[in-house]
């Protein structure tokens, strides 16, 4: 443009700790200077993925609904969860198993879920955490409404909203992320770019280079960065939540990822991509660079691994026991909740759904 000037000017900084092959990139912050805490993280994600792995044989064999597996994404999840204080509040979409076994929901809890029991969503360790949101983008309001109520009452707590790649389209998204940025909320978005919205993959989801300016047009503090390093994670988020709680306003993280797996157990990803991109993306998996990296410090061993994967192996077979045990809710159950009191055509269905089920 002749003669113009540029009135403003950004960037989207982005930040990788821990490279694919588990070598530091530079000084470590010390927010993630942790040992302990790299550990309890590791074994988290080897806790996600065996519970993960198990929940779709369950679905295979008929003895869970659908579910969304999160193969190759559990370091953005208990990233986070680590990042997290016990009085922030979760707005998850419906992957983010990981997060939600760190703060404290019980393996059997999201078994129910998964298998239509909404019992599942009573988490005893973190009631005011939100169950998992199917309807796309739909928490993003709820979460920046949590945000908006932390701050008029002055409490210092921060709302995390996660959000798929694909949801940043829609236009809840938007509206949360602009009145967050509008009223200066303790709102940390995170955008788990794990490059698919079912078979639509990001270049056709948007013209933007990343998914992190977004936080831009709505005014507030964004980067991007490598989602499948665990300590990446830990200092975007652990910042972001320490801004937001001390008052210093909301933040979007743009974590890149990649899903491995199927979109959810009724889909079949060979069909959209090819298989050598999977090949590509496993080899920047998250879980293979955090053992290295614990390896080479003399914090875990195979010994170590093997024993571990048996006590959760054993843990995940108890609750499986626990949720296949657990007697069935009434089918009037359905119809409870949802109105004071239940409108005439609903009467009536729970008049036929009772007959049905009596009959089984
Ligand atoms: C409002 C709404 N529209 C459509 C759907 C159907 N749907 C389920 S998952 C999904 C894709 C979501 O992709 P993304 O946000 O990238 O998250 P991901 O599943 O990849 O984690 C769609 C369109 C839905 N659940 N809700």
């Known amino acids: 443009m002749k003669g113009g000037t540029i009135v403003a000017d950004f960037s989207v900084p982005y930040l990788q700790l821990l490279d694919a092959d588990g070598r530091l990139t530079g000084p470590l912050p010390s927010l993630a200077d942790n040992p302990q805490e790299w550990l309890a993280m590791y074994r988290m994600m080897v806790r996600t993925r065996l519970f993960d792995t198990k929940a779709v044989n369950l679905q295979r064999t008929g003895k869970l609904g659908t579910y ?153 503090r964004c980067l991007q960065i490598d989602g499948n390093d665990l300590l990446a994670v830990r200092v975007a988020v652990g910042e972001a939540a320490e801004r937001a ?40 998996e998250p879980m293979v660079r955090m053992r290295r990296f614990l390896e080479e410090r003399k914090l875990w061993s195979d010994a170590q691994e093997a024993a571990w994967r048996a006590e959760c192996s054993a843990e995940i077979e108890a609750a499986v026991q626990e949720y296949l045990t657990t007697p069935r809710q009434p089918v009037d159950s359905m119809f409870d909740h949802v109105y004071a009191e239940l409108p005439r055509s609903l009467e009536w269905q729970r008049e036929e759904a009772r007959r049905f089920s009596g009959r089984r």
């Open 68 to 220: 969304p597996p999160c193969l190759g994404q559990e370091a953005v999840h208990v990233g986070v969860g680590a990042a997290l204080l016990p009085q922030d509040v979760v707005f998850p979409v419906y992957r983010e198993i990981g997060t939600k076994f760190w703060r404290g929901v019980t393996l059997r809890d999201v078994l129910l879920y998964w298998g239509g029991d909404e019992r599942g969503t009573h988490y005893v360790n973190t009631p005011q955490d939100f169950p998992f949101c199917v309807p796309i983008a739909s928490q993003m309001p709820h979460a920046a409404g949590a945000a908006l109520a932390f701050k008029l009452r002055g409490e210092a707590r921060c709302a995390l909203g996660y959000i798929g790649d694909g949801g940043t389209s829609q236009g809840a998204f938007y509206e949360a992320i602009n009145f967050a940025g509008a009223r200066g909320l303790p709102l940390v978005t995170v955008v788990v770019n794990n490059q698919y919205a079912i078979s639509a993959p990001v270049r056709v989801q948007t013209a933007c280079e990343t998914l992190a300016q977004k936080g831009i047009a709505a005014g507030m």
């Open 245 to 284: 709680r001390r008052g210093d306003g909301p933040t979007l993280i743009e974590a890149l990822t990649y899903r491995l797996s199927d979109h959810t157990t009724s889909d079949d990803a060979s069909r959209y991509r090819d298989a050598e991109e999977v090949t590509a993306a496993r080899a920047r």
